[in-house]
């Protein structure tokens, strides 16, 4: 499994760049998830289900599944500071690539997404984790370097830079530990 991170500043364009890099990827024919950071009060039930109903009434963990799709929910007793290596390792093991976004302070490879119409600092000069800068304004990067610099607006571009440089997304759980 190899894993990559997007870092960046709301509106920056994270969610806009992995959304389409996933079927940019899947055409080449690789399987693709996401973990993504979210909010502490964020839900994917709704009143009235039965799996809200369950949990309503106590579940540690509800599984939810059909011929098309499975969901696990569960609630924590206290609130639990769940890292992106957690995460990582719930997912399913034949997954070719994972896309991150949203823990922009990890400790994993990632590509900053930085415009400059967005008013905010860039990270990559001071977070040696990031590889990679996808920008719209290459031109008004506020620091030069010697990472690449890949177009946010060219998708394919992207997941053909993560393909060709794919040793360097290589997720080994043990060296996280």
Not at 50 to 57: E, F, G, L, V
Not at 102 to 126: M, Q, T
């Amino acid at each position: 499994m190899k894993v990559v991170g997007f870092a960046g500043f709301s509106g920056s364009g994270k969610t806009t760049l992995v959304e389409r890099l996933i079927p940019a990827l899947k055409l080449m024919g690789l399987r693709v998830s996401v973990a993504k950071h979210a909010h502490h009060d964020f839900d994917i039930d709704h009143p009235g289900k039965d799996s809200h109903r369950h949990r309503q009434a106590g579940a540690f963990e509800v599984i939810v599944a059909s011929d098309q799709r499975l969901a696990l929910l569960r609630e924590f007793e206290q609130p639990a500071a769940m890292s992106v290596h957690h995460l990582l390792a719930e997912l399913y093991d034949g997954v070719d690539w994972v896309l991150v976004e949203g823990f922009k302070s990890s400790n994993l490879p990632k590509i900053e997404v930085w415009r400059s119409a967005v008013g905010k600092p860039a990270r990559y000069p001071d977070d040696d984790f990031i590889v990679a800068i996808a920008t719209d304004s290459p031109q008004d990067l506020p620091v030069a370097t010697l990472r690449p610099v890949l177009d946010l607006g060219n998708p394919d571009a992207v997941a053909h830079w993560l393909t060709d440089n794919g040793h360097r997304f290589d997720y080994d759980p043990e060296m996280y530990s």
